[in-house]
């Protein structure tokens, strides 16, 4: 960078802008570099010379060296500063600054504070404690959930039975009566249209022969070249097969069927795909169609065997009623044989005591 600066920007950087970039740098290296730029055998001699080969002449002298040897004077003195620098002839101008020393600052001693009077500690109220219901769950959540779930099965009951029992449709087919009768209707229509049907002209017998072509002198002369040209190339060909050059013609013919196979094998690979996807998803739907009937046939068969432990039950029930009929009857018989037996017997113990 110090280089470009010397060669291209010193005018414009200025003197006293390049002294302050140098004795920033490190002062021997600066030296050393300046004293071998600046002399005189070196930069009029096989510098200059390098920089012809590379740049124009005109350009040297006149942005190059007419500006070094304006500052030629300032720089000779700077460098011979820099040297009795080195030399510690001269003190440089950096000098190590000296510690601050620290003091303390006069501050006023604070006062000392008070002690306040310590404040009195509230002591806490006793709080009932916690209710163990406060962490038992409510017995109306559980009978909310049980009464959702018969719900539910009530809903999904009378769903199946809604199923079960759909309207049938109006079918919209027409019956055989009203297709004959609008058949009837466009034979008569028909019938009504009475006309000639327009009949074809023949196709001319001239254009049915192939008639010759009439050529022009540059259409023969174009034909001409043509086969001029084919009989040359096939003449090349034959030459060159006779040099023992192989023939292109069967390479390019294997070439385009392997070409034609390999279309072919992608097509059925992409046909393969689609018939595969096609497959899932109708599998998918059949998969679908299979499971809503299992359901269906499931729910039907638990349906059956609610309705006939229903009837077991129901059938059960009347029995229990007939057998406790029963038995309540033969409980009351048996209180009036008793209650007439104590008759008897008291009217026995009566004609006893009388006799």
Known sequence: MSGTLIMFRLEELGMNNFKKLVNSQHTGKMYKFLKFVFNENNLYGWIKDEWYKTYDSSFIDANILLP????????????????????????SSYTVKSTTEMKPFNLTKPKPRQVSTPEEIPTLKVYKPVPKTTYIPPMESETVIKNRETLKIRAKERLLQAEKMQFTCASTEKSQKTKTILKQIIDEREAELDHEPIKPLPFPTSMRESQPLKLNTAAILREGARIQKDEEEEEKRLAKLEAGQKDGSEFQKWQEEMKQKDTAEKLAEIKRKHLEGQLSYEEVIIARQNFIQDTRDKVYQMKEESEQLMMEYFSHRDDHKKEMRKLVETVMQGHQNAQEAKK??????KDCSTG
Do not use: F, G
């Open 68 to 91: 070094i040897q304006r500052l030629e004077s300032e720089m000779t003195e700077y460098i011979s500063h820099l040297d009795a620098i080195v030399n510690n002839r001269l003190p």
């Open 344 to 349: 008897t017997t008291k009217n026995e113990t």
